[in-house]
Structure formats: structure tokens, C-alpha cells
Nanobody
Framework: QVQLVESGGGLVQPGGSLRLSCAASGCTFSIYIMSWYRQAPGKERELVATITSAGYNTNYADSVKCRFTISRDNAKNTVYLQMNSLKPEDTAVYYC???????????WGQGTQVTVSS
């Protein structure tokens, strides 16, 4: 099972930016579909962004389109989430997920807290 470690969270003012990173262990990172999820207090975990194994296809939640960008560097076993124009509504614990095509679930990191507040 791939091990995932998120980093890059923190406190930022509305309108600010953060870049989250998710580093994976192992030698098969390139086969995984990578996603970022987030979970705010009292809310269900929601999908934020997904990137396919080759990085050619991405998708985003409507709430983050044009503000967030997911990318990956397979040579570094890392997926990123560049978050711009952050809003208080973006406050959540952000988790990365790795799964193979056609499979449910997959591996999860422990999450990194993002707080957007003035």
C-alpha cells in the first residue's frame, strides 16, 4: 500500500495562496490516479481535484475551478495542489488519495489543515 504524506497547509488570509504537496512512497506512483479531498468541520469529505496517472486529465470541483490547480511530478512521487484566491469556505483538512483506475477507496494521507481567515 502506498504511503502518503501531505504538507503545505497553514493559515492564510482570504485572497492568499498556498501550495499543498502530497509525497508518496514506493515505486509505482505513476500508475495511481491522485486526488485531493477536503473535509470541513461538520461536513462530508468532498472531492476537490483529481489528476490521472500521466497528468493529462484533470477535474475540479465547481467550487475551486479557476482557483486551484492540481499537478503531479511522477519523478518525485508527488502531487500538488496550488490554491489561489483562497476563500474562508476553503477552510478544511485537505487529504490526498491514491487509487488505481477502476477501483474505489485507495490510500489516504493523514491530511493537512488549511485555514483561510482574516
Amino acid at each position: 500500500q502506498v504511503q502518503l504524506v501531505e504538507s503545505g497547509g497553514g493559515l492564510v488570509q482570504p485572497g492568499g495562496s498556498l501550495r499543498l504537496s502530497c509525497a508518496a512512497s514506493g515505486c509505482t506512483f505513476s500508475i495511481y490516479i491522485m486526488s485531493w479531498y477536503r473535509q470541513a468541520p461538520g461536513k462530508e469529505r468532498e472531492l476537490v481535484a483529481t489528476i490521472t496517472s500521466a497528468g493529462y486529465n484533470t477535474n475540479y470541483a465547481d467550487s475551486v475551478k479557476c482557483r486551484f490547480t492540481i499537478s503531479r511530478d511522477n519523478a518525485k512521487n508527488t502531487v500538488y495542489l496550488q490554491m489561489n484566491s483562497l476563500k474562508p469556505e476553503d477552510t478544511a483538512v485537505y487529504y490526498c488519495n491514491a487509487r488505481r483506475a477502476g477501483q474505489r477507496g485507495g490510500s489516504w494521507g493523514q491530511g493537512t489543515q488549511v485555514t483561510v481567515s482574516s
